[in-house]
């Protein structure tokens, strides 16, 4: 009886009246690292929503209330956005995760966002899970939304690089030697080729990658993440053994795609989950690629980036991220108690 008054208490706040989405943009910057960090906050809200804007909208979102007021406490999920993509490019998995009770905060990783292209960053992944758990902290003080959340219930998502980001954060330790040895190889090279910033081979041969691999932690482990959802994650090449896993004791959700090209389920995604016995795997089967996972785009928007935006007929992008944004919000409910 009291497990049920306690689950009842908490699903409150959202049931009496938070039905809407709340959007407020945040501002840090880590100095230490020379990093600032723009971050999208959405969640639930009791405020209504204002007359819509007709304004063109290049992609497929729920209407949000901008700056809107928060009460109660929330569960709360930090967002990682794959290689040159940016805080919004996980919307659609923020608004199904707020409408489900979450607070959702998601992170611009600098120099390696559409807009903020700096080429050491696309090929320093280990920054990035700094960069989450710095904006944690931030968050956690901040006076609107560090009283809502419930400090005891935190998670995190990730695309891609981001994908990886999250596996660290949960205390996977990569093997930079091993890394660096497939990215000298033809496949290597190829993968490296990604389209949002040809030619980073050559940063990778410069030696700075390597002289910021030997400034960073190690063990990125954040210990205040309780469980972790990892989306066609990147770099698998640089685990090899299990042993690399061995602090990574929270659950862990790994999701691929079978005709995935830049991030090949066989050598990443499922090379994860093998690597590490107690994950939880799930294989988007069919002709979905990996840009699948960006958000819906408008007709304009798909004229102008094919590569990203235009799927193979026989795919269904909108059904794709419901799909994968259920089992999030399954796993989080069953592993955020």
């Not at 709360?76 to 040159?84: A, F």
């Not at 120099?111 to 320093?124: L, Q």
């Not at 000298?184 to 389209?195: H, Q, R, W």
């Not at 016995?277 to 094919?306: D, I, R, T």
Request: proline share 6%; with cysteine; aromatic share 10%.
């Amino acid at each position: 009886m009291k497990k049920l008054i306690l689950i009842i208490s908490l699903l409150v706040p959202f049931i009496a009246g938070a039905q809407n989405i709340g959007e407020t943009t945040l501002h840090f910057n880590d100095v230490s690292r020379q990093r600032p960090l723009t971050t999208e906050i959405w969640y639930p809200t009791a405020d209504t929503i204002k007359k819509h804007d007709t304004n063109f909208q290049p992609f497929a979102r729920m209407e949000t209330v901008k700056d809107a007021a928060i009460s109660g406490k929330y569960p709360l999920i930090m967002i990682s956005h794959g290689t040159g993509g940016g805080r919004l490019t996980l919307e659609w998995l923020a608004d199904i995760l707020v409408k489900n009770g979450f607070i959702v905060a998601a992170v611009d990783h600098w120099g390696n966002t559409y807009d903020n292209k700096i080429a050491i960053d696309f090929v320093t992944p280990w920054e990035r899970p700094q960069d989450i758990s710095f904006v944690l902290t931030g968050l956690l003080k901040d006076d609107k939304f560090g009283p809502a959340v419930d400090r005891d219930r935190i998670g995190a998502a990730g695309f891609s690089i981001g994908g990886y980001t999250v596996i660290a954060l949960a205390g996977a330790q990569l093997d930079y030697e091993e890394l660096k040895n497939y990215t000298n190889s033809p496949a290597g090279t190829k993968e490296l080729n990604v389209p949002e910033f040809p030619g980073l081979i050559n940063v990778v041969r410069s030696g700075k990658v390597e002289e910021s691999f030997n400034k960073s932690p190690r063990l990125l482990k954040d210990s205040r993440i309780k469980a972790f959802f990892a989306i066609c994650p990147a770099i698998g090449q640089g685990f090899v053994k299990s042993e690399q896993f061995n602090k990574v004791d929270n659950p862990l959700y790994i999701v691929g795609a079978e005709s995935d090209s830049i991030a090949p389920y066989k050598t990443n995604a499922l090379h994860y989950h093998e690597l590490i016995p107690k994950s939880h795997y799930f294989l988007v089967k069919g002709k979905v690629g990996h840009y699948v996972f960006l958000g819906e785009a408008a007709e304009p928007v798909k004229k102008q980036g094919p590569v990203y935006f235009v799927d193979d007929p026989s795919v269904n992008r909108h059904k794709v991220h419901e799909e994968v944004g259920q089992i999030a919000v399954r796993f989080f409910k069953q592993n955020l108690k």
